[in-house]
């Protein structure tokens, strides 16, 4: 609609509404404010963090073990659970202020016209059909359609991913105009950046689309990651395995060898202690918090624990292209003159670079018309540069500023020119005219006129061009040529052109650049892809990681820097028309075939999201503006931009980077891979030395002997080889492969053919060894309480063995580094022997657990029989690396 039929749509005029009318309007539509959702209560929210099968099997753990009497063992499988609750309701609290973060943006006054008079109002009190005036600096408080502009301009990234200010208009668009291209509508929480405007309010509240953003983001629940999915079916099959185990072991023992109740009751608590692995989730839990601070030192800051091993399982990144893979900086990459381009080095408007001409350096003042272009970008412009903390920044317009950092290049020093060359008269630029016009004066009286702007409007107002020689026809299909050339490399091009004035001109007026310029050159500017971020592309490949581009920008642009980047098929672009044109299964279909999406909207990115997981993708999303925060709650992992990103981003967010750089979230994958790894290795040090526990209970009972261990015994043995040996394990560093492989399948079982082979093999390892010794004690004439120490020390002993075989799951160990390389693990080792030292030779111990001092011979016996466990094991290695072509470590 035109201004006027928009006016008369909503029933309200160029002064506004009436006191009266807007009152009527406030209890139609409600205030304009987001909605609130109806949250969990804090209590209801505790609970939930105990709903998990495994920690009922924990729970479980520490009923037998207080039913024992053992009442600090329970206490401390107590506190694991109330510990891992408590982090659990700390971090969704936390997810829980995304929809508080939106709310915030939003303006709290904005200036209005009721009655024909101009007040301030609370933005709250906003309604349909207000007229809303907005100047430079003012933060839009609602979506308006905009019926008068003045060079007005916007600054939309946070809604539109747009990385420069849009130019507004008054004048109507197509209804199926994206909205990144909406020249006459403003929306709520962007920013005025130059120029006045007045608007009709159009939207309020929920009706707003950043209130869409709100309404999305409501609706979209918490995933659940492939680890605890994991888990999940892990411990409910667990569960059933133990509590068959326990329970058959009863009924055989009291039915087939005749023992009483009682004594097989107790028998059956002692496997199902033996069995079940208490330490596990304190483990991971501790793995994940290495995980956490080990990524907070590379840049990358974990809101929920989770996320870091979802990371090691990421099959897709999706990213936003503005200031994530690019430095959301706008920077002059070429520069044309009359027969010359020249290339620039150097990234963002800090002023370090070099001007290239066929790759050699160029001073600028040995090039009259380049020192010409440079002196023209640093007078005809508004903007300024400063260094906050050692980074630079711009106040005002991003190209503007990036043309200051070419001036700057070029050897033009701000201070020596602004004193050399005073500014008379300006036309500042507006949308409607598309350039800016500068009138300056040096100290001996020389006066010019700068004009910089669109070039096609340039052009039109130049005759000449400046050459080599001197003053020259203008050559427009050259000129043409350039723009093109430009355009295909994604860069935005400027105009500048040049004027002489009379010494006593005092004004500029429109009839003096009408024509009559002389075209000194083109700038060519762009938000270049950061260095780093080539690097991590062509690493997150090579790890078997597809990396997406979604923007809001031009499709070319985006084609441009997608090129630069490497992605694989970056010449094959989507927008998000085509997006919307798709249906679900359509879009699921044809999403795996395309890396570059550009002029994307919230909807879009969510859609995209959405398609790429029920292909069963696990995606790690990146954004910065308002416009992403959907899309990061709803992905596997949602990554914010720490210093350039939205408080509702970064709270929507599993992971905000501190640095704003891809190259981080790359880092971020290989310590989530090596977490999991970690993870892994801790089950497979558990498990195996669980089921040589309980498999020797179950053939003590078979047999018919005595229990070589007993339930308390068991329980001692868990605790200090899960809170030492099988903790070490969380902090082993990468494997030298992890980035060189594909990331593992998410429905991959925690119970792998592989696991299971080696719970048998090192349970019958254990129950030989351990068994073995108890019987040999016997029969050289020791009581049973002397046997089962030995029978707890050989346990104890394998398992120290066992632990330097998974430190590597594939790999030998029978090397300096494996055998010395983790303080963590030595540490471990020498906690342990001197808790069982303890545990032999103490008299409370010994009254505690009923235990016996050993003599050197026993030792020597435990310690050879463990030994044997490292041998066998590094064998097995052996042959797995040998049957899969795999030798060397």
Known sequence: ???????????????????????????????????????????????????????????????????????????????????????????????????????????????????????????RDLVPGDIVLMASGDKVPADLRLVQTKGLRLQESALTGESVPVDKLAGPVPAETPLAERHCMAYSGTLVSAGVGAGVVVATGQATEIGRIGTMLNRIGPLTTPLLRQMSVFARRLTVAILALASGTFVFGVAARGYGA??????????????????????????????????????????????????????????DKTGTLTRNEMTVMSVAEGSKVFEITGGGYAPEGEIR????????????????LARGAFLC??????????????????????LIAFARKAGFAPDTEGTAWRRVDVIPFEAEHRFMATLHRDVDGLTLIHVKGAPERVLE????????????????????GRIEEFTGRGQRVLALAIRAAPPDQAALDFADIASDLTLLGLFGLADPPRAESIDAVARCQSAGIHVKMITGDHAGTAAAIARRLGLARSDAVMTGTQIDALTDAELRARVAEVDVFARANPDHKLRLVEALQAEGQIIAMTGDGVNDAPALKRANVGVAMGRKGTEAAKEAAEMVLTDDNFASIAHAVEEGRTVYDNLKKAITFILPTNGG???????SVALGQTLPITPVQILWINMITAVTLALALAFEPAEREVMRRPPRPPAEPILSRFLLWRIAFISIVLLTGTFGLFLWEMQLGGDVATARTVAVNTLVMFEVFYLINTRYLRACTLNWHGLFGSRAVLLAIGIVVALQIVFTYAGFMQSLFDTRPLSAEAWFRVVTVALSIYVLVELEKWVIRARSGRRTP
């Not at 400063?386 to 500023?401: H, K, L």
């Not at 130049?462 to 299909?477: F, K, M, S, V």
Request: glycine letters at 8%; aromatic letters at 4%; hydrophobic letters at 50%.
């Open 357 to 372: 001409l066929d790759g050699a350096p160029v001073v600028s003042g040995q090039d009259s018309t380049l020192r010409a």
């Open 1 to 123: 609609m035109d201004e006027a039929a928009v006016l008369q749509n909503l029933k309200t005029k160029l002064h506004g509404l009436t006191a009266v009318e807007a009152e009527r309007r406030m209890i139609e539509h409600g205030a304009n404010e987001l909605p609130q959702a109806r949250r969990r209560s804090p209590l209801a929210r505790f609970a939930a963090q105990f709903h998990n099968v495994l920690i009922y099997v924990l729970l479980a753990a520490g009923a037998i073990t207080a039913g024992l009497g053992h009442t600090i063992d329970s206490a401390v499988i107590f506190g694991v659970v109330v510990i891992n609750a408590a982090i659990g309701f700390i971090q969704e609290g936390k997810a829980e202020s995304a929809l508080d973060s939106i709310r915030r943006m939003l303006s709290p006054e904005a200036l209005t016209l009721r009655d024909g008079h101009r007040i301030c109002l609370p933005t």
């Open 262 to 319: 009682d004594e097989m009751f107790l028998a059956a608590v002692g496997l199902a202690v033996a069995a079940i692995p208490e330490g596990l989730p304190a483990i991971m839990t501790i793995a994940l918090a290495v995980g956490v601070e080990r990524m907070a030192r590379r840049n990358a800051i974990i809101r929920r624990l989770p996320a870091v091993e979802t990371l090691g399982a990421v099959s897709t990144i999706c990213a």
């Open 693 to 699: 526990e309980a498999l020797t209970i179950i053939a």
């Open 381 to 402: 412009n508004d903007a300024a540069l400063r260094q906050v903390e050692g980074a630079w920044t711009v106040d005002g317009d991003p190209m503007e500023g990036a």
């Open 461 to 480: 107002m130049c005759p000449r061009q400046r050459g080599d020689a001197g003053d020259e026809p203008l050559d427009l299909a050259y000129w043409h």
